[in-house]
T-cell receptor, first 116, second 109 residues
Framework: GAVVSQHPSRVICKSGTSVKIECRSLDFQATTMFWYRQFPKQSLMLMATSNEGSKATYEQGVEKDKFLINHASLTLSTLTVTSAHPEDSSFYIC????????????FGPGTRLTVL | EDQVTQSPEALRLQEGESSSLNCSYTVSGLRGLFWYRQDPGKGPEFLFTLYSAGEEKEKERLKATLTKKESFLHITAPKPEDSATYLCAAAGNDYKLSFGAGTTVTVRA
């Protein structure tokens, strides 16, 4: 159990285009989903937290107009990187947490974004 | 501010050579201490959650323990397939995870 999927696994796009990444919890309902970014040989950096039906909460320094997050249902959250630029190239990973008292976050396989 | 520090950064082991990884944490209102395994180019794989000092959990060759300030991940008689980066994370009152930088373990046959 506790499987989280991400789509696509890899995307290459031109500078100035927008890219949407989907995160789904396949076998449980996620009260909260999280979006992380990971640079090579570094640990995960939390970008934002999203709860179903409400606005996402962004970490300090993360541009909410560039990284749009929608959490439309208890099993789906999307991250849209708007007007992507080469510096947005990174490994994006989502996680999902189920109902209390279980606090585990289960991670998706990640999406490698390359902006040319 | 919540803080998680892992040591060592890298660990090279011979197959069968047991060792321990350290995770020191400073978190307001610990809601859980988590261990994950991450292989290159993949998302973290959940291993353990520890909630209170004195708690221990085991899975195959891995055993995680927790004190009020530290957690240890013991690898007993490791095999090459145990090679990975092991991440420690702590959740505070807001349930957000603060990650350590990770320990990259390489097990030679």
């Amino acid at each position: 159990g506790a499987v989280v999927s991400q789509h696509p696994s890899r995307v290459i796009c031109k500078s100035g285009t927008s890219v949407k990444i989907e995160c789904r919890s396949l076998d449980f309902q996620a009260t909260t989903m999280f979006w992380y970014r990971q640079f090579p040989k570094q640990s995960l950096m939390l970008m934002a937290t999203s709860n179903e039906g409400s606005k996402a909460t962004y970490e300090q320094g993360v541009e909410k107009d560039k990284f749009l997050i929608n959490h439309a249902s208890l099993t789906l959250s999307t991250l849209t990187v708007t007007s992507a630029h080469p510096e947005d190239s990174s490994f994006y990973i989502c996680s999902a947490r189920g109902w209390a008292p279980y606090n585990e976050q289960f991670f998706g396989p990640g999406t490698r974004l390359t902006v040319l | 501010e919540d803080q998680v520090t892992q040591s060592p950064e890298a660990l090279r082991l011979q197959e069968g050579e047991s060792s321990s990884l350290n995770c020191s944490y400073t978190v307001s209102g610990l809601r859980g201490l988590f261990w994950y395994r991450q292989d290159p180019g993949k998302g973290p794989e959940f291993l353990f959650t520890l909630y209170s000092a004195g708690e221990e959990k085991e899975k195959e060759r891995l055993k995680a323990t927790l004190t009020k300030k530290e957690s240890f991940l013991h690898i007993t008689a490791p095999k090459p397939e145990d090679s990975a980066t092991y991440l420690c994370a702590a959740a505070g009152n807001d349930y957000k995870l603060s990650f350590g930088a990770g320990t990259t373990v390489t097990v030679r046959a």
